[in-house]
């Protein structure tokens, strides 16, 4: 079955340290995205990818960090630095960027910071 | 001033109801739009895109008004499985990325 898979489902951490959120497409698209969405609040874009080994940030990328060595992988990495983190995390992947191609979600980490 | 915008609600509807949103977007530039569904604490899932000449899917239905900026969702003879929260999404043809309302919360009433 294709789709998208995020890992771990639910997630806590101690304040001060760095936490990764896993992020796997096997739908074969090239544009992979991060949001974060709050209690009440609509999603928010921290970072996007269009192509392998290219990113940018979106409207609330400090404090977090991407990668996208691999076309199927876009992992997020939530740093210390980020102030608030507790939230519901989403990631998505499109065939390509912008146009009419809808984007599929995977099933999203809640990250608890304790 | 935002992207997107979305009456938030909630609606409180009985079933068998009809119930329509609106959502209004602030780039005339936009050339893609879409209705999302969102159950509790799940990830949002594709509704329907809304084409220029409006668009039907069973009880749904999705109209674009380009000359005033706003894209509606009309649901007839609503069941209990609707409720949900239900996201407008704004796109440009080119470049960078997808533009989310808050959602309206929608509550089939028994």
């Known amino acids: 079955d294709g789709g998208i898979t995020q890992s771990p489902k639910y997630l806590f951490r101690k304040e001060g340290q760095n936490v990764t959120l896993s992020c796997e497409q096997n739908?074969?698209?090239?544009?992979m995205y991060w949001y974060r969405q709050d209690p009440g609040q609509g999603l928010r874009l921290i970072y996007y990818?269009?192509?392998?080994?290219?990113?940018q940030k979106g409207d609330i990328a400090e404090g977090y960090s991407v990668s996208r060595e691999k076309k199927e992988s876009f992992p997020l990495t939530v740093t210390s630095a980020q102030k608030n983190p507790t939230a519901f995390y989403l990631c998505?992947?499109?065939?390509?960027?912008?146009?009419?191609?809808?984007?599929?979600f995977g099933p999203g980490t809640r990250l608890t910071v304790l | 001033r935002k992207e997107v915008e979305q009456d938030p609600g909630p609606f409180n509807v009985p079933e068998g109801a009809t119930v329509a949103f609106n959502c209004t977007y602030s780039?005339?530039?936009?050339?893609?739009f879409f209705w999302y569904r969102q159950d509790c604490r799940k990830e949002p899932k594709l509704l329907m895109s809304?084409?220029?000449s409006g668009n039907e899917d069973g009880r749904f239905t999705a109209q674009l008004n380009r000359a005033s900026q706003y894209i509606s969702l009309l649901i007839r003879d609503s069941k209990l499985s609707d409720s949900a929260t239900y996201l407008c999404?704004?796109?440009?043809?080119?470049?960078?990325?997808?533009?989310f309302g808050t959602g309206t919360s929608l509550t089939v009433i028994p």
């Open positions: 998505a992947s499109a065939r390509r960027q912008g146009g009419d191609n809808e984007q599929f």
């Open positions: 739908l074969n698209h090239d544009a």
């Open positions: 990818s269009q192509i392998v080994n290219d990113f």
């Open positions: 780039n005339s530039a936009s050339q893609s």
């Open positions: 809304v084409y220029s």
């Open positions: 999404v704004v796109a440009p043809n080119t470049g960078n990325q997808f533009y």
